[in-house]
Antibody
Framework: QVQLQESGPGLVKPSETLSLTCSVS????????WSWIRQPPGKGLEWIGY???????DYNPSLTSRVTMSVDTSKNHFSLKLNSVSAADTAVYYC???????????????WGQGALVTVSS | DIRMTQSPSSLSASVGDRVTIACRAS??????LNWYQQKPGRAPRLLIY???SLQSGVPSRFSGRGSGTDFTLTIASLQPEDFATYYC?????????FGGGAKVEIK
């Protein structure tokens, strides 16, 4: 059973960089796309982007100027960096696996439990 | 970006009721439509992918239909554990946008 776990600071100061890592266990990071999604408190889900195990990325245009994703296949984990954060970036950040790509039916089939990141001085 | 609109945004229902939630895409997305269930404080859980395929382990009372721009999620007989918020998501084009959610509450 694939499991994902987010880790990183829960508090980030305005204008600084938010950094999160998602560790994958129970399966290999190879061959899959890995996604980040966020959810502001009390609000809906926002797709941030994904990274292929080879390093190819696709980001939400609304965030592309501030987002960087990376992958470390040797550690079976991938990471998110979001720079120049503001209070509007306060959210629960989820990592997830994008399954079904090879069958033509992409879907987020495994999710981490989520990490709350608060932007505040 | 493709805009996903869900209706209703909330509903009250009783155990045993048949519940249907609608999702409309702003353009044709074929059947690249997924449904997720989210309970408070928990991560979303995949229920339906490809508009109508039931994810492994999901009870058969959940079903999905539709293609093009109009989709529905139906719960045949609402159970106590089904009270949650439901989100649709298109995976036709990036960004893979979500609907605003539909909260199913106890009547």
């Amino acid at each position: 059973q694939v499991q994902l776990q987010e880790s990183g600071p829960g508090l980030v100061k305005p204008s600084e960089t938010l950094s999160l890592t998602c560790s994958v266990s129970g399966g290999s990071i190879h061959g899959y796309y890995w996604s980040w999604i966020r959810q502001p408190p009390g609000k809906g889900l926002e797709w941030i982007g994904y990274i292929f195990y080879s390093g190819t990325t696709d980001y939400n245009p609304s965030l592309t100027s501030r987002v960087t994703m990376s992958v470390d296949t040797s550690k079976n984990h991938f990471s998110l960096k979001l720079n120049s954060v503001s209070a509007a970036d306060t959210a629960v950040y989820y990592c997830a696996r994008l399954g079904g790509v090879l069958t033509g039916r992409p879907m987020l089939d495994y999710w981490g439990q989520g990490a709350l990141v608060t932007v505040s001085s | 970006d493709i805009r996903m609109t869900q209706s209703p945004s909330s509903l009250s229902a009783s155990v045993g009721d048949r519940v249907t939630i609608a999702c409309r895409a702003s353009q044709n997305i074929n059947t690249y439509l997924n449904w997720y269930q989210q309970k408070p404080g928990r991560a979303p859980r995949l229920l339906i992918y490809g508009a109508s395929s039931l994810q492994s382990g999901v009870p058969s009372r959940f079903s999905g239909r539709g293609s093009g721009t109009d989709f529905t999620l139906t719960i045949a007989s609402l159970q106590p554990e089904d009270f949650a918020t439901y989100y649709c998501q298109q995976s036709y084009n990036t960004p893979h946008t979500f609907g605003g959610g539909a909260k199913v509450e106890i009547k």
